[in-house]
Protein backbone atom coordinates (compact mmCIF):
# COMPACT_ATOMS: atom_id res chain seq x y z
CA UNK A 1 0.00 0.00 0.00
CA UNK A 2 1.39 3.58 -1.00
CA UNK A 3 1.68 6.35 1.71
CA UNK A 4 -0.19 9.82 0.35
CA UNK A 5 2.74 10.92 -1.40
CA UNK A 6 3.12 7.86 -3.45
CA UNK A 7 6.61 6.56 -1.49
CA UNK A 8 6.32 3.64 0.92
CA UNK A 9 3.43 3.02 2.90
CA UNK A 10 3.91 5.02 6.05
CA UNK A 11 5.42 3.34 9.02
CA UNK A 12 3.49 2.73 12.37
CA UNK A 13 4.04 4.72 14.97
CA UNK A 14 4.60 1.72 17.80
CA UNK A 15 6.86 0.08 15.35
CA UNK A 16 9.60 2.85 15.62
CA UNK A 17 8.12 5.86 16.99
CA UNK A 18 11.44 8.22 16.39
CA UNK A 19 10.74 6.59 12.30
CA UNK A 20 7.08 7.91 12.33
CA UNK A 21 7.85 11.36 13.68
CA UNK A 22 10.57 11.61 10.89
CA UNK A 23 8.05 11.06 8.27
CA UNK A 24 5.09 13.15 9.71
CA UNK A 25 7.24 16.05 10.36
CA UNK A 26 8.02 15.41 6.30
CA UNK A 27 4.59 14.34 4.84
CA UNK A 28 2.64 15.99 6.96
CA UNK A 29 3.78 19.10 9.21
CA UNK A 30 1.32 21.12 10.13
CA UNK A 31 -0.40 18.20 12.26
CA UNK A 32 3.11 17.07 13.28
CA UNK A 33 4.23 20.60 14.50
CA UNK A 34 0.37 21.23 16.35
CA UNK A 35 0.82 17.68 17.87
CA UNK A 36 3.96 19.16 19.44
CA UNK A 37 3.14 22.37 20.43
CA UNK A 38 0.21 20.77 22.32
CA UNK A 39 2.25 18.49 24.19
CA UNK A 40 4.89 21.10 24.62
CA UNK A 41 1.71 23.19 27.00
CA UNK A 42 1.14 21.24 29.93
CA UNK A 43 4.97 20.53 30.41
CA UNK A 44 5.41 24.08 30.54
CA UNK A 45 2.78 24.45 33.19
CA UNK A 46 4.94 22.53 35.85
CA UNK A 47 8.24 23.79 34.45
CA UNK A 48 8.31 27.00 33.64
CA UNK A 49 6.98 28.94 37.23
CA UNK A 50 9.51 27.20 39.15
CA UNK A 51 12.58 28.42 36.94
CA UNK A 52 11.08 31.87 36.88
CA UNK A 53 11.07 31.51 40.95
CA UNK A 54 14.79 30.47 40.34
CA UNK A 55 15.22 33.42 38.41
CA UNK A 56 13.91 36.11 41.28
CA UNK A 57 10.58 36.77 39.10
CA UNK A 58 8.29 37.70 41.29
CA UNK A 59 4.12 37.62 41.12
CA UNK A 60 2.16 40.64 41.19
CA UNK A 61 -0.36 40.91 44.09
CA UNK A 62 -3.67 40.19 43.04
CA UNK A 63 -5.80 43.02 41.89
CA UNK A 64 -8.44 44.19 44.47
CA UNK A 65 -11.75 42.93 43.88
CA UNK A 66 -13.26 45.89 46.09
CA UNK A 67 -12.63 49.68 46.75
CA UNK A 68 -11.37 50.35 50.09
CA UNK A 69 -13.66 52.64 52.71
CA UNK A 70 -11.65 55.19 53.84
CA UNK A 71 -12.15 55.44 57.75
CA UNK A 72 -13.54 58.93 59.40
CA UNK A 73 -16.54 60.95 58.05
CA UNK A 74 -17.44 62.16 54.60
CA UNK A 75 -16.34 66.06 53.57
CA UNK A 76 -19.54 67.32 53.35
CA UNK A 77 -19.38 68.50 49.23
CA UNK A 78 -20.20 72.50 48.46
CA UNK A 79 -20.49 74.58 45.63
CA UNK A 80 -21.88 72.37 42.88
CA UNK A 81 -25.84 73.56 43.03
CA UNK A 82 -26.99 70.09 43.81
CA UNK A 83 -29.44 71.49 46.45
Do not use: Q
Not at 9 to 32: E, K, V
Not at 63 to 78: A, F
Amino acid sequence: MAGPTGGSAPPHFYAGPLRYCRWAARNSPAYFWSCVLGAIGPIMVLTVPPILERLGYERTPPVPMTYPIPTGPRKKLTGYDDE
